[in-house]
């Protein structure tokens, strides 16, 4: 059996009229004992009254939102696209910029022979350099040289033909030979193919 519990409501009078007159005399209310499943009872109604009353929060809390968005101004969603693509245009410059840096001290790089133009990008703080409006790059040349003349070991270096038992040849060139040279060897022998390509033999 549940286990009784009392609340006592507050006192209350009731006038009623006397049988034989017209007085009236005031009678107590008998005390009212609830039981702890009634109690149990009336706490999970009111629990589901307060519940009820919150039960459409979050439906409540989007139509807000959707009404908010609606009622912004043509002027303020402007604002934020313009917001939003100045900041992609601005993704997309640097981008462009630090590519085009890149390139331009490898090819750099390759033209002042460089053993592997990559390690000139390596060893450059790329983004120390300024971009001229016509795409060039400030001072590009004379840090390469600089470079250079602290690592030396960075810049390709000849080959030598000469051995001690096939000394250096001193043969003349001809157009026939220089045909058959790669690029390297006419880059090696420049004088001698000049002379030759003077000559026209």
């Known amino acids: 059996m549940a286990e009784e519990q009392e609340v006592t409501?507050?006192?209350?009078?009731n006038a009623t009229p006397a049988a034989t007159g017209g007085n009236?005399?005031?009678?107590?209310?008998?005390?009212?004992?609830?039981t702890q499943a009634e109690v149990e009872?009336?706490?999970?109604?009111r629990l589901s009254r307060e519940t009820k009353k919150y039960a459409d929060y979050d439906k409540t809390k989007a139509e807000l939102k959707r009404l908010q968005e609606a009622s912004?101004?043509?002027?303020?969603?402007l604002q934020e696209t313009?917001?939003?693509l100045t900041a992609k245009f601005t993704e997309a410059e640097n981008r462009a910029r630090a590519n085009l840096?890149?390139?331009?001290i490898v090819a750099s790089a390759a033209r002042l022979d460089f053993n592997d133009p990559q390690d000139a990008f390596r060893l450059l703080d790329a983004g120390g350099f300024e971009v001229a409006d016509d795409g060039s790059v400030e001072g590009l040349e004379a840090t390469l040289q600089k470079l250079l003349a602290e690592k030396p070991y960075l810049r390709k270096q000849a080959v030598s033909r000469t051995s001690p038992t096939n000394p250096a040849s001193t043969?003349?060139?001809?157009?026939?030979?220089?045909?058959?040279?790669?690029?390297?060897?006419?880059?090696?022998?420049?004088?001698?193919?000049?002379?030759?390509?003077?000559?026209?033999?």
């Open 9 to 13: 409501p507050g006192t209350e009078t």
């Open 24 to 34: 009236t005399v005031p009678q107590q209310q008998e005390e009212r004992r609830f």
């Open 41 to 45: 009872r009336l706490i999970t109604e």
């Open 72 to 77: 912004k101004s043509d002027v303020d969603r």
């Open 82 to 84: 313009v917001s939003d």
């Open 101 to 104: 840096v890149k390139s331009a």
């Open 171 to 201: 043969a003349v060139l001809t157009m026939d030979q220089i045909k058959t040279m790669s690029p390297a060897e006419i880059n090696s022998r420049w004088d001698d193919v000049q002379k030759v390509m003077a000559k026209g033999r």
